[in-house]
């Protein structure tokens, strides 16, 4: 019966090619505006790692107090990074399982090969710890240890982007890279690595970057010799001494923090020694205001640092709105299609045809509208994702892209819409009198 009904669903959508036309044009459209701004939405607010992200956490701490908070941020949030003196504190006293400070640099590399000219790169000063923390995969080589962090070692781990770019791709652990007049020994290279949002510095990134992650080297290495930070810096006070290390001196926020806690014990645990951190400082006399830190987890941290644009939820819910006035557009056409068949169906029902037939024919013919318009609709949502860019910021519209999900999710709302948006349609036409359109006739 399917086929039967499938044959008759075609002959009727025939018979009236423009009805038709407008109809399919109408969900395609709407299909593709809510299928465009579902992908980016998609693409900006996604797990990163989401079989660990429960167990990351970013630390904050108030180190700035009430009125340092009133002349930043007014409100009751402790800065989003710290000051160095808080993240070597963390750092020496170790109470996670793995646990990272990290800065933003752009040191410039001297390429090996001398016909080519020195190149700037972006990259993290971080510890060791900060690879198997966020399970960084390794094409070769892998990151350093503890005893590297401790030694301040000049080794380097670069991208495979990059490695492509100075040694043509072959194994260059063991290799020397001159940074900003220094030589580092390179110790690994990076496979394919790189998350959206850019969930372990969200400070400096808002969590999206064009920018390309090309080397990572010890912090402590990075502090030694003088390597600025290249990302943002924030303060309550100016600091009173001058340069970089004025900086490590001062109150200004500029390290990004992330450490890995085994469950809710341990982050509890952890929270409970942040305060206490906090309280010892207090004591000698660092603080006088009450303690204020957080300890989020990462969801919840992408979420306080609003990494999804507030835009983007706006344009879904917009789409969406559209989607729905095109159903609503399309429930009328249907129904005044089925109802201008009201002797056919008549008939149909005096020759003994039950309702539940006359409900599945329908149903079937606002389906094949509903696939039809999903074939447009796949059409104009890669139209849609490919132009993006127009209204969206670059960094946020590469993200968006056309996948096989999203082609079968297209074609599967516009199917299901479609039948939804037949069903009042369907549910008049099965009402047909057959005595009144036989006496009628």
Same mark, same amino acid.
């Given at each position: ?6 044959d008759?669903?075609?002959r ?6 423009g009805?038709t036309?407008?109809?399919i044009?109408?969900v395609g459209?709407?299909?593709?505006a809510?299928?465009?701004s579902?992908?980016v939405?998609?693409?900006?607010s996604?797990?990163?790692?989401p079989?660990k ?7 904050q ?10 002349d930043?941020t007014?409100?009751n949030e ?11 504190a963390?750092m ?5 399982r793995n646990?990272?400070?990290?800065y933003?640099?752009?040191p410039?590399?001297?390429p090996p090969d001398p016909?080519?000219?020195p190149?700037n790169?972006?990259g993290h000063?971080?510890y060791?710890?900060?690879?198997p923390?966020?399970d960084?995969?390794?094409?070769y080589?892998?990151?350093w240890n503890?005893?590297s962090?401790a =030694?301040?070692a000049a080794? +380097?781990? &670069?991208s495979g ?6 040694? #043509?791709? *072959?194994?260059?652990?063991?290799k020397?890279?001159?940074?900003d007049g220094k ?7 990076l496979?394919n690595?790189?998350?959206k ?10 969590g999206f970057t064009?920018?390309?992650e ?9 502090i030694d ?12 006070e100016i600091?009173?001494?001058s340069g970089?290390?004025?900086l =490590?001196?001062?109150?200004c +926020?500029w &390290?990004?923090?992330m ?5 809710? #014990?341990a *982050?509890a645990s952890?929270k409970?020694?942040?305060?206490g951190?906090?309280q010892?400082?207090?004591s000698?006399?660092?603080f006088n ?5 957080r ?6 941290w992408?979420e306080?640092?609003?990494?999804a644009?507030s ?5 879904l819910v917009v789409?969406?709105g559209l989607?729905?006035?095109?159903l609503?557009?399309t ?5 005044a299609?089925?109802l201008?068949?009201?002797s056919e169906?008549g008939v149909?029902?005096a020759?003994?045809?039950p309702r ?9 013919e606002a389906?094949t ?6 074939v447009?609709g ?5 139209v849609?994702?490919?132009g993006?860019?127009?209204v969206l ?5 590469t ?5 096989f999900?999203?082609?079968a999710l297209t074609?599967l ?5 479609t039948m939804?948006?037949?069903l ?5 036409a099965s009402r047909?009198?057959p005595?009144l359109?036989?006496?009628s006739?």
């Amino acid at each position: 019966m399917l086929g039967y009904y499938l044959d008759l669903a075609i002959r009727s959508l025939k018979r009236s090619p423009g009805l038709t036309l407008l109809m399919i044009l109408i969900v395609g459209f709407g299909v593709a505006a809510s299928m465009t701004s579902y992908s980016v939405f998609r693409a900006v607010s996604g797990d990163p790692i989401p079989w660990k992200s429960a167990r990351l956490f970013v630390p904050q701490i108030d180190m700035w107090g009430p009125k340092g908070r009133l002349d930043q941020t007014n409100n009751n949030e402790p800065p989003d990074a710290m000051d160095y003196t808080d993240a070597v504190a963390l750092m020496k006293q170790h109470r996670a399982r793995n646990q990272s400070a990290m800065y933003r640099v752009s040191p410039s590399v001297v390429p090996p090969d001398p016909t080519m000219h020195p190149i700037n790169v972006g990259g993290h000063a971080v510890y060791g710890e900060f690879f198997p923390m966020l399970d960084v995969p390794f094409k070769y080589g892998s990151g350093w240890n503890a005893d590297s962090d401790a =030694q301040h070692a000049a080794v +380097v781990v &670069i991208s495979g982007k990059l490695n492509q770019k100075l040694f #043509a791709g *072959a194994n260059s652990v063991g290799k020397t890279l001159n940074m900003d007049g220094k030589d580092y020994r390179v110790i690994g290279v990076l496979d394919n690595w790189n998350p959206k949002p850019v969930f372990y510095d969200v400070v400096n990134t808002g969590g999206f970057t064009t920018q390309q992650e090309d080397v990572f080297l010890p912090f402590t290495r990075a502090i030694d010799v003088g390597m600025p930070n290249d990302g943002n810096t924030n303060c309550s006070e100016i600091p009173k001494g001058s340069g970089f290390v004025g900086l =490590q001196q001062s109150s200004c +926020v500029w &390290i990004s923090y992330m450490a890995e806690l085994d469950d809710k #014990a341990a *982050a509890a645990s952890y929270k409970d020694y942040l305060d206490g951190y906090f309280q010892d400082q207090k004591s000698a006399g660092r603080f006088n205001w009450p303690v204020n830190n957080r300890l989020r987890d990462l969801p919840a941290w992408l979420e306080s640092e609003h990494v999804a644009p507030s835009d983007t939820k706006v344009s879904l819910v917009v789409a969406l709105g559209l989607l729905i006035v095109c159903l609503v557009n399309t429930a009328g056409l249907l129904l005044a299609k089925f109802l201008r068949r009201s002797s056919e169906i008549g008939v149909r029902r005096a020759l003994g045809a039950p309702r539940l037939a006359i409900y599945s024919q329908f149903l079937i013919e606002a389906a094949t509208v509903g696939l039809t318009g999903g074939v447009l609709g796949l059409l104009l949502t890669w139209v849609g994702v490919v132009g993006v860019g127009w209204v969206l910021p670059k960094e946020i519209a590469t993200l968006a892209h056309v996948d096989f999900s999203l082609l079968a999710l297209t074609l599967l709302v516009a199917v299901i819409s479609t039948m939804l948006a037949g069903l009042y349609p369907t549910f008049r036409a099965s009402r047909v009198q057959p005595a009144l359109q036989l006496k009628s006739n």
